[in-house]
């Protein structure tokens, strides 16, 4: 009797020392430990390096080796160099569509070398004027003021190039320069029109492009 007795005592005594001990305990570093790893998540993604956009990389490299010459922003308005013209397409700018560039290209004048560069919606179905332009140049400092293109629909149209404040050579002024592209016309689509049938020098040569 008293074996029993004792026997059932350390059974008792036994199951309330497995009871203490299976009640799993969480470690006080676990909580810290998975907010610690939340925490550095969080901070990788929020300073995370941006890639390069390749489509704006694209549009940038169309500004290199003068191309900013020939494009324009969405509203039609030019650059004023490359870096005017990078910046704007790194920030996502988008090229205008449509717009028709003339650009002349002068050699071998009294005043040496002159030349600029502008935009229409359209082609040019009569005679127009233009004070705008994408650029100018001029290797005598000559400022161009206007450019009229006349006739620009027949045969033979007609460019003149004003300037502002005669430009000299020589002891000469000179207002601006016409000249008529005999047979080279209409400019009534893209490609490249030169006079026909002209002594040279002078050699002007009219671009036309559609972006």
Known sequence: MWKRTAAALWLALSAVGCSGTATPTQPASLSSGIAAMSSGSLTAARTRVPTT???NSAAAHLCQNGGYRNL???DG?????VGDCVSYAAQGGVFGTGR???SLSVSG???GDFGWSLATS???TTTTTFTSFLSTSSSAGCTISSVTITNPASASPSVETSFSGPCEAGGVFYSGFAQTFWNAGPFASTGVYSPQGVVTPPVWTLTVTQQ
């Not at 308005?77 to 160099?81: A, D, I």
């Open 53 to 55: 956009d390749a489509g």
């Open 72 to 74: 324009v922003r969405a």
């Open 77 to 81: 308005t030019g650059f004023r160099n």
């Open 100 to 102: 028709i560039v003339y």
């Open 109 to 111: 004048t009294p005043i």
């Open 122 to 124: 359209e082609f040019i």
